[in-house]
């Protein structure tokens, strides 16, 4: 693609030109994306002195044959004919035919309309428009006015190469204009006080810079406060500002706002909430609904199924409150929260005529119930190691279970997997896994006293309980999980998503029970192990307690294309029943006290053009504490894999410089030592690092250039494992860092990623050789090469 070096310009007719570059210079304030995004034509994308966007249409432009296309679509459209005609009067079958048929032809215009696949993934060629060009001076122009930059210059250099054209856009945006004064045309004096009461909180402050975007901000806050107030009639249109910049002070705008009286004369009248109605299903007409009424609220239903008392939690609309388009969407959004109502929606009637001119509303509230069971199921293939193997898992939702709209999920699964053996590697196992779970949620906070507790920040208690079993060549393990949590959210503002999130666990117990393990496997437990007990402590029958509690801040959305921040703290403290004189003890199992610790940041900077700078650190720190002397293998931290240091292998970096080594024969029939990648190495202390410039290649692919760095170490000293503790004044010594290249398929639903990682700097390597990005071959990704990791997943890594 790129082996020339140069651009395709041989089809260009005589007086054409190619667009390959636009670039405005001299912005301070202005972000260059904002520019960008104003563009009339854009130009052909260019990398290394070549389009290569332009040469793969060029590519797809020579399959390209319209009238061959539209022999194809007449092709359909007769078949299309001849099997309705054929299938007669059978309407079910007539209405398959042409929904086929219809999706075919469709397809077939699309491509003639858009050219095939390489066109679509390519670029046409971008032909120099000089119309175009100014029509993008002109909108420049536009902004630059909109974002108080008024006394702006804007000029254009062109330069022509070789049939290729280069645009510079001169900008200087000069000195902006500024609110020098605010003042009121408001003839309604009820208005005008409310507005004057509230202009704290106005958008538009002295000596801010004039932005056009602000005040349509300031004139949609000033709409939602009347009709937060009662306004019921109020309209958008009857607030407009008056802008001065003729006052005689250079850069200077005197703002007035502007609230009119409605067209028919008199004033804006506040309304008042008279009753309110909540029907929670569908109408029968001819058939009388009862009624029970509930802090002032009617509740109507044929068949009461919803609790009055839970329902009374998600309302905000009561009779006598002035009528509030805020309180009418948190109420709305409030019961969908609850996932028990398919939809639903509030009317306002009014009331014939005024009474002490007081002028009145009824609230209807109609909610139309989800279905009461809902059932998922999931079929596919496992793959890790050495044999796919199938899988599946049913979910059942109940809802509404006992009347105060909780929640019943119920799930089984199992699986079937083949892995290499981890007593001899050279054979394969079948690994069988099975497994249930059940959650109850419920839409409140369940604690003695507590139905009133958070009620504004979506609260729910949730009692989780599940079994999993895992059947192996080596062993046989089984897990038993009980946990009660508390969850809340709160957002910026009452209608925006919820950016923090909170889940205090107070109980979290969990069974560990071994049934079988081979005496094979015991034996590479205490090789893998080191001197450590956790390893092969692991594997023996447990019960670990804990509490914790998770903090959740994220301002992202789904798709991460957000200018946002994440952060994301876990604390949890186990077997501290211990402590309070509750020892529990069953069947001998073994208990634990421990501590851990585990803030996780990220950044998410949009660069413009549907590209990001994204970077992470993950820190963490678990101990033992009171008369415990190890930590429970689960709650170790580990280092490597898709969403860690991508380089290595997942669980296999570190601790420390500790490099696990064992003897083996070359060709030369020699003894020789190398690296032992096959154990995972848990670690008490976690650092890592992690950047990413993500930035799209064509239509749903993207791609994305990382490095990562990073590491586990212990907190005590291991003599079995020298270099594997951390030290205050060499732990910087010890991060690992790889590098790499991944791809990631958008596919609205889910992100398919392929990371290819190699490594940079290996602090266990071998003979005193570190730096080992010189070892990097692109043919051993698909090997197993100890340098080079391909990570496959689902969704971003960060």
């Not at 398919?752 to 990682?757: E, G, P, V, W």
């Amino acid at each position: 693609m790129f082996s020339a070096g140069c651009v395709p310009t041989k089809d260009l007719g005589e007086d054409e030109k190619l667009l390959v570059s636009i670039k405005p210079v001299g912005l301070k304030h202005i972000e260059k994306a904002s520019i960008e995004n104003l563009y009339q034509q854009e130009p052909n994308r260019m990398f290394l002195g070549s389009t290569p966007y332009l040469w793969i249409y060029n590519v797809g432009k020579n399959f390209y044959d319209p009238p061959k296309i539209d022999a194809r679509i007449q092709k359909q459209i007769n078949r299309w004919r001849e099997k309705v005609q054929a299938a007669g009067s059978d309407t079910v079958k007539v209405r398959k035919i042409r929904k086929k048929y219809s999706d075919r032809v469709a397809r077939l215009r699309d491509k003639k309309e858009n050219g095939n696949f390489l066109m679509r993934v390519g670029e046409p060629p971008a032909i120099y428009d000089s119309t175009l060009m100014q029509q993008t001076l002109d909108q420049i122009a536009i902004f630059l006015n909109a974002q108080g930059y008024f006394n702006h210059t804007l000029s254009l250099d062109k330069k022509v190469k070789d049939k290729l054209v280069y645009i510079t856009l001169n900008i200087a945006e000069q000195e902006p204009y500024r609110y020098s004064s605010f003042t009121y045309a408001i003839p309604d004096t009820a208005i005008l006080s409310l507005v004057k009461t509230t202009a704290g909180r106005s958008l538009l402050k002295l000596n801010d810079i004039y932005n056009e975007d602000k005040l349509t901000e300031e004139r949609t806050r000033l709409y939602e406060l009347l009709r937060n107030n009662g306004y019921y009639d109020f309209a958008r249109a009857y607030i407009e500002f008056e802008i001065d910049t003729l006052i005689g002070k250079p850069n200077a705008a005197d703002v007035t706002t502007i609230i009119r009286n409605p067209e028919t004369g008199g004033r804006h009248q506040v309304y008042e909430v008279n009753k309110v109605y909540f029907k929670t299903d569908v109408d029968r007409f001819g058939i009388p609904r009862d009624t029970i009424k509930y802090n002032g609220i009617n509740y109507v239903a044929y068949n009461q199924q919803y609790s009055p008392r839970i329902l009374d939690k998600k309302v905000d609309i009561y009779p006598g409150q002035k009528y509030s388009q805020l309180q009418t969407a948190t109420t709305q959004r409030n019961l969908a929260d609850l996932d028990v109502f398919q939809f639903n929606n509030i009317l306002y009637n009014k009331i014939g005529s005024p009474t002490d001119s007081i002028y009145k509303l009824n609230a209807f509230i109609n909610a139309i119930p989800s279905k009461r069971f809902q059932e998922t199921t999931e079929l596919g293939l496992n793959y890790t190691e050495r044999t796919p193997g199938p899988f599946s898992s049913i979910r059942l939702r109940m809802r509404n279970v006992f009347g105060g709209a909780e929640n019943l999920d119920l799930g089984v699964r199992a699986g079937f997997e083949g892995q290499i053996s981890l007593t001899e590697q050279s054979e394969t196992v079948m690994i069988k896994e099975f497994g249930g779970d059940l959650a109850l949620t419920f839409p409140t906070i369940m604690v003695p006293g507590g139905g009133n507790l958070l009620t504004k920040y979506s609260p729910r208690t949730r009692i989780y309980t599940g079994f999993t079993n895992v059947d192996r060549q080596e062993y046989k393990r089984s897990n038993y999980e009980l946990s009660l949590d508390y969850i809340w959210q709160k957002s910026r503002t009452p209608l925006q998503p919820p950016v923090l999130q909170y889940i205090f666990s107070p109980v979290n117990l969990n069974i560990v029970q071994v049934d079988t393990i081979s005496e094979d496997f015991k034996r590479n437990l205490e090789r893998y192990s080191q001197g450590s007990r956790s390893l092969i402590e692991s594997f023996n029958s447990a019960f670990i307690s804990s509490m914790s509690f998770n903090l959740i801040y994220n301002t992202n959305d789904f798709t991460q294309s957000r200018n946002a921040r994440y952060f994301r703290g876990l604390v949890e403290v186990g077997g501290l029943s211990q402590e309070l004189g509750l020892n529990v003890s069953i069947n001998n199992l073994n208990t634990y006290q421990f501590v851990r610790f585990n803030p996780d940041y990220r950044r998410y900077i949009p660069l413009g053009n549907k590209q990001f700078f994204v970077y992470r650190v993950n820190t963490g720190i678990a101990a033992p504490i009171f008369q415990s002397q190890i930590l429970p293998y689960d709650k170790y931290f580990f280092a490597g894999g898709a969403s860690s240091v991508r380089a290595w292998q997942s669980r296999r970096l570190g601790p420390g410089s500790f490099a696990q080594l064992q003897e083996v024969t070359d060709e030369n029939g020699e003894t020789i030592l190398v690296r032992d990648f096959e154990a995972e190495q848990p670690g008490s202390v976690l650092l890592e690092l992690s950047t990413e410039y993500r930035f799209n290649i064509f239509s749903f692919l993207n791609g994305a250039f990382f490095v990562d760095a990073g590491n586990v170490w212990t907190l005590e000293q291991d003599a079995a494992r020298p270099g594997a503790s951390f030290e205050m004044n060499n732990f910087y010594k010890e991060l690992a860092v790889g590098t790499g290249f991944g791809l990631r398929f958008d596919l609205t639903v889910l992100v398919l990623r392929f990371d290819f990682a190699t490594k940079v700097y290996d602090p266990g390597g071998i003979n005193g050789k570190k730096f080992v990005l010189g070892d990097f071959r692109f043919s051993e990704f698909f090997t197993g090469s100890n340098q080079n990791n391909l990570n496959i997943g689902i969704g971003y890594p960060f």
